[in-house]
């Protein structure tokens, strides 16, 4: 079943994960849908200081939006700042450090990001990691884990109250077409099981949990609409380190950063995102399947609810 999967995986990325995909896709995109300003909304953008992040970043503040781009690093933080203040010449682009993958550091951050009276209109949630050794944070979490479901799941409840406040909140999930390959597994989250380990498909398990979640959250929290989204196989730094054989191989049909950042954008500030309903999984613009068909991959509701509970039992010991 794992080789059918990868297969009929492998077969649909060429033909719609690449850049002739994304040319094929953007013929049918509606011209005004991202002739927007958006002056006077915030939006924050985890994992902002390269790639997927930063050309989200640099987009957003181009049409005038306020933006806060919240770095690991603090130093290419400062440099990605620099470089979406100069290009755009929007003076409202302000940088926060903080490592996703340590709970209470988040917690923190949201404390005093609120304090501070900033507002919040829009989430979204790019910041992950792909570690193919098994590593573990000081914490005692998994790396992977840590960064892109843990990390994920505590920023985005923590600024639910925050997001509430606002008109029109929106949050939005980086995910991976790489997660249809992978059925929800509740019983093993940080891979203690996975012998041997395997970055690539814990990293895939991740981004499943990240479709899952995006679901939940859309029931639990109607106010404010979810989203996840596949940019597609982009050219990024994140790629080239953790993916260096894929990339050497694909490297002249990845797409640009920008390429793939685009729905990103879109679901981030067109009105025309909101005319779908709130927790489905878009590519290109479009709302698409979260699963392969005859892939056996869909999660029993129970299984959904198990993952969430655990996610809130371990965010709460993390608060302590």
């Given at each position: 079943?794992?080789?059918?999967?990868?297969?009929?995986?492998?077969?649909?990325?060429?033909?719609?994960?690449?850049?002739?995909?994304?040319?094929?896709?953007?013929?049918?995109?509606?011209?005004?849908?991202?002739?927007?300003?958006?002056?006077?909304?915030?939006?924050?953008?985890?994992?902002?200081?390269?790639?997927?992040?930063?050309?989200?970043?640099?987009?957003?503040?181009?049409?005038?939006?306020?933006?806060?781009?919240?770095?690991?690093n603090k130093e290419r933080g400062e440099e990605a700042r620099t470089e979406i203040?100069?290009?755009?010449?929007?003076?409202?682009?302000?940088?926060?450090?903080?490592?996703?993958?340590?709970?209470?550091?988040?917690?923190?951050?949201?404390?005093?990001?609120?304090?501070?009276?900033?507002?919040l209109h829009v989430l979204i949630n790019n910041a992950g990691c792909m570690i193919?050794?098994?590593?573990?944070?000081?914490?005692?979490?998994?790396?992977?884990?840590?960064?892109?479901?843990?990390?994920?799941?505590?920023?985005?409840?923590?600024?639910?109250?925050?997001?509430?406040?606002?008109?029109?909140?929106?949050?939005?999930?980086?995910?991976?077409?790489?997660?249809?390959?992978?059925?929800?597994?509740?019983?093993?989250?940080?891979?203690?099981?996975?012998?041997?380990?395997?970055?690539?498909?814990?990293?895939?398990?991740?981004?499943?949990?990240?479709?899952?979640?995006?679901?939940?959250?859309?029931?639990?929290?109607?106010?404010?609409?979810?989203?996840?989204?596949?940019?597609?196989?982009?050219?990024?730094?994140?790629?080239?380190?953790?993916?260096?054989?894929?990339?050497?191989?694909?490297?002249?049909?990845?797409?640009?950063?920008?390429?793939?950042?685009?729905?990103?954008?879109?679901?981030?500030?067109?009105?025309?995102?909101?005319?779908?309903?709130?927790?489905?999984?878009?590519?290109?613009?479009?709302?698409?399947?979260?699963?392969?068909?005859?892939?056996?991959?869909?999660?029993?509701?129970?299984?959904?609810?198990?993952?969430?509970?655990?996610?809130?039992?371990?965010?709460?010991?993390?608060?302590?």
């Open positions: 079943m794992s080789f059918f999967r990868n297969t009929i995986w492998f077969v649909k990325g060429m033909k719609e994960y690449t850049k002739g995909g994304y040319a094929s896709a953007s013929k049918n995109f509606r011209a005004g849908d991202l002739a927007v300003d958006v002056t006077g909304r915030s939006f924050m953008i985890t994992g902002a200081n390269s790639g997927l992040g930063k050309a989200t970043a640099m987009a957003l503040a181009q049409r005038g939006g306020t933006v806060h781009i919240v770095c690991r203040t100069e290009t755009t010449g929007n003076q409202n682009v302000f940088l926060h450090e903080l490592d996703t993958s340590k709970p209470a550091d988040i917690y923190a951050f949201v404390k005093t990001f609120e304090a501070s009276g900033n507002a193919n050794t098994r590593s573990v944070t000081d914490d005692g979490l998994e790396k992977n884990f840590a960064t892109n479901t843990l990390g994920t799941h505590v920023l985005t409840t923590a600024l639910i109250p925050l997001l509430s406040k606002a008109t029109d909140p929106r949050v939005i999930i980086v995910s991976s077409g790489g997660m249809l390959t992978k059925s929800l597994d509740v019983e093993d989250l940080q891979f203690e099981r996975m012998q041997p380990f395997d970055g690539t498909s814990a990293y895939a398990q991740n981004k499943r949990q990240q479709i899952v979640m995006t679901e939940q959250y859309a029931k639990k929290f109607p106010d404010i609409h979810f989203s996840s989204m596949h940019p597609g196989w982009a050219d990024t730094p994140a790629v080239q380190t953790s993916m260096p054989g894929f990339y050497e191989k694909m490297e002249t049909r990845l797409r640009t950063v920008e390429q793939g950042a685009d729905t990103i954008v879109w679901l981030a500030a067109s009105p025309a995102a909101k005319t779908h309903k709130s927790g489905l999984f878009f590519q290109d613009r479009h709302p698409t399947s979260t699963h392969l068909p005859l892939s056996f991959t869909k999660s029993r509701p129970e299984q959904d609810q198990q993952l969430m509970d655990k996610l809130d039992e371990m965010a709460a010991r993390c608060r302590q």
